[in-house]
């Protein structure tokens, strides 16, 4: 069965911390991995992970993804509070259309 | 674009009633999907459809729930009757190929109580 799992559930740190988060998975086809946020509401995309090696970047988030050891980390330096929120990771295969989720990281970034 | 839209935004009701969830996905986007939502067991995929037709619904709890897309533009979930254990957020989600391709975009969802 497929599985998403996330390291650590939770994390609390201070502002201007750098902090990475972890998503290792074990899904049949392998064919992409997504990095989402989830503030008060609904998760937000963040980043999709396709090939391995290939950092994406956005600001001070960034993440990368490692098909043969099966993990993708996201790194967020300077951290703000603003950055406080859940982190989901989701795979999709080949083998459907669906995304499996991930539990999620409860980052909370302290003034 | 307004996004996903999902109605109510909060559903208060007594273990035994029916409750309906509604969603209005991105136009133009071919795919949709149901999830849940609980501290327990994080973001759950109830059922997707692709085109309108339900592809894998595998993870519909059990019978007193169905969900269906009449058309491109809605779909709704059903529970009939409602249990306290189906209190969750319930997030619907549409994407332009499929999760698999293209991301997710997700409603505000419902939360649900159920007493």
């Known amino acids: 069965e497929d599985k998403v799992v996330q390291s650590p559930l939770s994390l609390v740190v201070h502002e201007g911390d750098t902090v990475t988060l972890n998503c290792s998975y074990e899904v049949t086809n392998f064919r992409s991995l997504l990095w989402y946020k989830q503030e008060k509401k609904a998760p937000t995309f963040l980043f999709m992970l396709?090939?391995?090696?290939i950092e994406k970047k956005s600001g001070r988030l960034s993440s990368i993804l490692d098909k043969k050891e099966l993990f993708s980390i996201l790194n967020i330096t300077a951290t703000q509070t603003g950055d406080s929120a859940i982190y989901l990771c989701a795979v999709g295969s080949y083998n459907n259309n669906d995304m499996r989720f991930g539990a999620g990281t409860r980052l909370t970034v302290k003034p | 674009d307004a996004g996903v839209i999902q109605s109510p935004r909060h559903e208060v009701t007594e273990m035994g009633q029916e409750v309906t969830l509604r969603c209005k996905p991105i136009?133009?986007?071919?795919?949709l999907f149901w999830y849940r939502q609980t501290m327990m067991r994080g973001l759950e995929l109830l059922i997707y459809f692709n085109n309108n037709v339900p592809i894998d619904d595998s993870g519909m709890p059990e019978d007193r729930f169905s969900a269906k897309m009449p058309n491109a533009s809605f779909s709704t979930l059903k529970i009939q009757p409602s249990e306290p254990r189906d209190s969750a957020v319930y997030f619907c989600?549409?994407?332009?190929?499929?999760?698999?391709?293209?991301?997710?975009?997700f409603g505000n969802g419902t939360r649900l109580t159920v007493t």
């Open positions: 989600a549409s994407s332009l190929e499929g999760g698999r391709i293209s991301p997710l975009h």
């Open positions: 396709t090939s391995s090696g």
């Open positions: 136009s133009g986007h071919n795919s």
